[in-house]
């Protein structure tokens, strides 16, 4: 039995500007289809997990001032 594979393969679709720009990059970087694929997807989870770490600290600070202002505090 052949070794069980750790990457898994996925198909998608791009339309032709962005296939074109893929290209180009790929070609002046030498690199491969899917080591870009998996570069902007690795940014991009890091990039959503900074956003849903800002929006989270937002909302606890809304939370804050809510408690202050019933407890008489003001933000001015």
């Not at 750790?6 to 962005?18: C, Q």
């Not at 893929?22 to 997807?41: H, P, T």
């Not at 937002?58 to 202050?68: G, P, T």
Request: proline fraction near 5%; hydrophobic fraction near 30%; avoid cysteine.
């Amino acid at each position: 039995m052949p070794p069980r594979r750790k990457s898994r393969t996925i198909t998608f679709s791009l339309p032709p500007e962005m296939f074109e720009q893929v290209q180009r990059v790929k070609d002046e970087e030498g690199r491969d289809m899917s080591e870009l694929v998996r570069e902007a997807l690795r940014l991009y989870m890091e990039d959503r997990e900074l956003r849903r770490e800002a929006r989270l600290e937002r909302l606890r600070s809304r939370q804050v001032e809510r408690e202050d202002i019933e407890r008489g505090e003001s933000y001015e």
